[in-house]
């Protein structure tokens, strides 16, 4: 998306929403004047928080990564949860740099889907309350619900809202169990979402439910027929469409 159509995109939904519930954008950049720019924005149009990519591709030291989440959080008073995706950024945002940045008042959380477990533990270990942790991966919600997470930042909840709400609701209101089969529950359906780049698979999947969300732009490219087929075939099991 170009930077003008983020814009827009950020606007409608605070419009469309209208405070009935928090906003949170992304406006992570690997350019940190172009994330301050977009944070900015955000919050003038009424964003509730942020979400923060580490910087992709040219990446950086770990003390300019320190850097550049300060910068942003010194340009905002949005509360911001930092983005930790290694697998797409080429970065680890480490326990030791989550615990630095944790001490900035409004660096709040963490989305941790770098996907390792023991880093997980070991953040929450040293950050303890100063930092929350949502998870960034859908098989893994229940794991690090365990680990004192206090959510998911979902790709499956775009079709299966509920369902990923009440995996986390019940976990926290001491219903481990039902929660569990929950998150086993969503595995098939998450193996094929991630059969191929995210979000390819979800925008399909969108699409066969009934909304019109088009098809996905160079360098992305539609889902594989028989990724198609398949996805479009496990909805219709578990009476999604």
Do not use: W
């Amino acid at each position: 998306m170009s930077l003008i159509e983020k814009k827009e995109t950020i606007k409608f939904v605070v419009d469309t929403v209208h405070k009935r519930i928090p906003v949170i954008a992304g406006t992570g950049s690997n350019c940190t004047q172009s994330a301050i720019e977009l944070s900015k924005y955000a919050e003038d149009v009424g964003v509730d928080g942020l979400l923060i990519v580490s910087p992709y591709y040219n990446k950086t030291t770990n003390e300019g990564l320190v850097k550049h989440y300060l910068e942003i959080a010194h340009s905002t008073n949005l509360p911001i949860i930092l983005y930790n995706v290694p697998s797409r950024t080429g970065v680890n945002i480490s326990p030791d740099i989550c615990l630095e940045l944790s001490k900035e008042k409004n660096i709040v959380a963490v989305k941790e889907a770098s996907g390792n477990i023991s880093q997980i533990a070991e953040i929450a270990s040293i950050c303890k309350d100063k930092l929350n942790i949502y998870s960034g991966n859908d098989d893994q919600v229940v794991p690090i619900l365990s680990l004192g997470g206090i959510g998911v930042i979902s790709v499956v909840s775009n079709i299966l809202p509920y369902t990923m709400h009440d995996m986390v609701i019940e976990y926290l209101n001491g219903n481990i169990n039902t929660a569990k089969e929950l998150q086993l529950k969503i595995l098939p359906l998450n193996k094929l979402l991630f059969s191929e780049v995210n979000p390819i698979p979800i925008k399909s999947a969108l699409n066969m439910i009934g909304f019109n969300v088009g098809k996905p732009r160079l360098p992305l490219i539609e889902m594989s027929s028989s990724g198609q087929k398949a996805l479009n075939n496990l909805l219709i099991k578990e009476d999604i469409i």
